[in-house]
């Protein structure tokens, strides 16, 4: 089962470096919403998977009866899903803002806050 | 004692939801935001002078037993950082006020800015590595609505740049997280420590070292992984600037000490020649692109990187005399550099921009001004006998000691290169005959100038102090480095009684 998630989570990395390399800053987010759910699983996956065997205390008992599955993963994982959710929600706003506000959504056609050399110096001439 | 430990996360967070609910005026928000950093900074010295006494502090939140709770530990360096932060958020509220508009100020500038320092805090005293996670979300995001509101143009250029590569350092963070849990099957740093040397492959550690080591890296704005800093950082208002400037890339550098001293010391050869080349390399690469800029907040942002490899090169020579160089660096260097970027704030609102070609005169319109850029400028370049000086004399003594000649060319010929800079600033804005036409910008009015040169001449004069009585501080780095060379006590304080 392990093996199985490692090879799952090893082609979402790949994919999403794949997105996030673009300059295209709608694909990063893409890439940026795949790599946060394979890390999510990454979480999961290292706190080794058990079958059928959910972590509940039986009636009358006060320890669980025999060997359960790890409940520390979910806890990192909700927490990690909410501050990715977070993230993501600004950084689409940010993207809609960039795109009204500068027109492109291409990261290196941005240049209002490193302006080219020549740029520079023509504005500074106007 | 367990409110002690806690009262420097829960007194800017307390002070946050108060502003943000409230929404009070402007008068009462003032008095509330520097209440809250004048009550911090208390807390925080409180905190200090408990530390310095009696050791290492630790509490276990919730009463959970560590290491399954989340504990928060205070040594000698979480205390410092802390109370140092308090004076950079006291310093840029004041700064602040004169600074930002109404409309930035009705958005919730003040109640970020809290969020922010609890944040840094948090991640200053947490003792769980998960946890440290959600502190560095907490300031993250902060830091991203401090960045971008106003709106403005340049901001949102700045902001895209910004946010995706702080996004990239969050996910490695969290993937070095849930690869240490799969090693030892704890997230307790005192706990790693001692788990750590007996998993069976080292080399699996020594890579997940390295994960970290890139995730803080970014956070830190170390070679290569520093340009998200140059791109962004004169963007936001100055206050914003010399927030950051000051705190946010040291929490990463403080973030590689605690790592690299308590959790990864298995294979120190390596991963200490990987810091000290990436150290170096920052080193040059910042001072040399600040040579190449135009605009005040450009060039001291690029020396910010260029500074970040002076306390990773502390880290990476790793004697206890290094540590307790790269402690006391990290401690000037806050104080330093964020009284640099306030300064530049008053070079903008007195020649109506920071673009060196656009100013000038500004030695004959604000002497005192100008008196005052001197100090954390040439403390920065490490002129005696300002606190620059002794915080780069210790790295240089023991890089010397450590028989490193490299590094101790690296160390000072990087100094002199923040001497042109330095010099740059001050020629290009204070001594050359202004520009013609200039534009008329109102005079600073008394309670303005107040607001504006109270905080940079408390900082010079924190500089100078420092310049003048390093004993006290450098005793105080020095006892720092023993506790974080050798990590017992901080253990013992965590776990109890185990070893």
């Known amino acids: 089962m392990e093996v199985l998630l ?90 809609s803002r960039a795109w009204a506000e500068l027109g492109t959504v291409d990261v290196d056609a941005m240049r209002v806050a490193e302006p080219r050399e020549d740029a520079a110096r023509e504005g500074r001439d106007a | 004692m367990r409110g002690l430990l806690i009262a420097p996360v829960v007194i800017p967070l307390a002070t946050a939801v108060l502003l943000l609910v409230l929404r009070p005026s402007r008068r009462v928000e003032h008095a509330l935001s520097a209440l809250g950093c004048v009550a911090l900074l208390g807390a925080a010295l409180m905190l200090l002078v408990r530390v310095a006494g009696g050791g290492v502090a630790a509490m276990q939140l919730g009463d959970w037993a560590a290491p399954f709770g989340v504990s928060f530990v205070a040594d000698r360096l979480g205390a410092a950082m802390v109370t140092v932060t308090a004076v950079i958020g006291l310093a840029v509220s004041v700064f602040a006020m004169a600074e930002i508009d109404d409309r930035r100020r009705r ?35 902060a830091s991203f609505a401090l960045l971008t509101l106003g709106g403005e143009r340049i901001q949102i250029d700045g902001a895209v740049k910004y946010v995706a590569l702080n996004m990239i350092s969050t996910l490695l963070f969290l993937s070095g997280c849930g690869l240490l849990y799969g090693l030892t099957g704890t997230l307790n740093m005192a706990d790693l420590h001692a788990k ?67 959790i990864f010391t298995g294979d120190a050869a390596f991963t200490g020649a990987l810091l000290a080349a990436a150290a170096a390399f920052t080193m040059v690469t910042g001072v040399l692109g600040a040579a190449a800029q135009n605009e005040m907040r450009r060039i001291l942002g690029f020396h910010i990187v260029s500074q970040i490899g002076y306390m990773v090169m502390g880290l990476a020579i790793a004697t206890p005399l290094a540590l307790a160089g ?15 970027f306030l300064v530049s704030g008053v070079v903008r609102r007195l020649s109506g921009s920071g673009d060196l070609a656009r100013t000038g005169g500004l030695y004959a319109q604000a002497p005192l001004l100008a008196a005052l850029f001197l100090v954390p400028a040439f ?17 240089v003594k023991a890089a010397l000691e450590a028989q490193a000649p490299w590094i101790v060319a690296v160390l000072i010929g990087v100094g002199l290169l923040t001497v042109y800079s330095m010099t740059k600033i001050w020629a290009e804005v204070f001594w050359k005959a202004p ?50 060379a050798d990590p017992r006590d901080y253990v013992a304080a965590v776990l109890g009684s185990r070893p």
Not at chain 1, 30 to 37: A, K
Not at chain 2, 118 to 125: E, P, Q, S, T
Not at chain 2, 326 to 340: D, P, Q, R, S, W
Request: charge should be positive.
């Open chain 2, 379 to 395: 403390s920065l370049a490490g002129f005696p006998p300002l606190s620059g000086f002794w915080a780069k004399l210790f790295l």
């Open chain 2, 326 to 340: 790269a402690v006391f660096y990290t401690l000037h260097h806050i104080v330093v550099k964020a009284n640099l």
């Open chain 2, 196 to 262: 750590l040397p007996a998993v069976a492959n080292q080399g699996l550690v020594t890579a997940v070292a390295v994960v970290f080591a890139i995730g803080f890296g970014i956070k830190a704005a170390l070679f290569p992984l520093f340009f998200w800093l140059p791109a962004s950082y004169h963007t936001p208002p100055v206050a914003v600037s010399a927030l950051f400037a000051g705190l946010l890339t040291k929490v990463g550098v403080y973030s590689l000490i605690r790592f690299f001293t308590l």
């Open chain 2, 107 to 141: 958005f919730g500038f003040a109640g970020f800015v809290q969020i922010l320092l609890g944040g840094v805090c948090g991640a200053f005293l947490t003792g769980d590595v998960f946890n440290l996670y959600v502190w560095y979300e907490v300031m993250l995001i």
């Open chain 2, 435 to 484: 520009p013609e036409p200039r534009a008329a910008l109102p005079p600073l009015r008394g309670g303005e100038r107040a607001l504006l040169f109270g905080p940079i001449v408390g900082l010079a004069a924190i500089t100078v102090a420092i310049g003048l009585w390093p004993a006290p501080l450098f005793d105080y780095a020095d006892a720092a480095a023993r506790e974080l």
């Open chain 1, 6 to 95: 490692a090879i799952l989570i090893g082609v979402m990395f790949g994919a999403s470096v794949y997105l996030m390399l673009s300059r295209n800053w709608v694909r990063y987010l893409f890439g940026f919403i795949v790599i946060s759910n394979a890390v999510n699983l990454l979480l999961f996956a290292v706190g080794r998977v058990e079958l059928g065997r959910p972590a509940l205390v039986p009636p009358g008992l006060a320890a669980p009866d025999g060997p359960v599955a790890n409940s520390l993963p979910q806890a990192l994982i909700l927490t990690a899903i909410v501050i990715g959710f977070g993230l993501l929600a600004f950084a689409l706003v940010l993207a």
